[in-house]
């Protein structure tokens, strides 16, 4: 018998999840009411996603305008079989969580370069990181602060 998707009541778990994904994906929704789903790098600390991007471009331009994201995790794929004949016997064990919140835009210096640690905490083990000022500036970076998380298993 192929085991159902169980959810995560545990929070703890569903953070084990989010820290060990290398990429995120971001969902939003343009002003035509369109979908827009993009891989993006991350970071996570207190409850919240950090990310970072150009200045400019379609996402910032959907976020500005709507700043609502659902945001998606998704780890520890295996696929398996009961009968390896038989298609339908297949299935796909994973780990999966989703966030859901606002965008917000981080202007202040000090607050970039806390978000981009965060971020680089995310891949690397280094602690202390320096930047340059026009990396500083030309850089947006963003917080979505958690409103809601779920996540699944299977």
């Known amino acids: ?19 060990k994904c290398e ?3 971001v969902s939003m929704v343009s002003p035509e009411g369109e979908p ?7 970071g996570y600390a207190d409850n919240t996603i950090y990310m970072h991007s150009a200045l400019s471009g379609k996402k910032i331009d959907i976020l500005r305008n709507n ?8 780890t520890d794929h295996e696929l398996r079989a009961q009968n390896e004949t038989v298609a ?11 966030v859901f919140g606002k ?3 981080i202007e202040l210096r000090d607050d970039k370069i806390n978000a981009l640690n965060v971020i680089m905490g995310q891949y690397t083990s280094v602690e202390n990181f320096k ?15 958690i409103l809601k998380m779920e ?4």
């Open 131 to 145: 930047y340059s000022e026009p990396a500083i500036k030309n850089v947006l970076a963003m917080k979505v602060k």
């Open 67 to 74: 700043p609502n994201v659902c945001i998606v995790f998704s």
């Open 23 to 25: 990429v995120c994906y």
């Open 103 to 105: 965008v917000e835009l």
């Open 36 to 42: 827009y789903v993009i891989p993006m790098n991350f």
């Open 88 to 98: 339908c016997s297949y299935s796909m064990k994973f780990r999966s969580a989703l």
């Open 1 to 19: 018998m192929i085991k159902k998707k169980q959810p995560l009541l545990n929070r703890d778990e569903i953070e084990a999840i989010i820290k």
């Open 151 to 154: 996540g699944r298993e299977k």
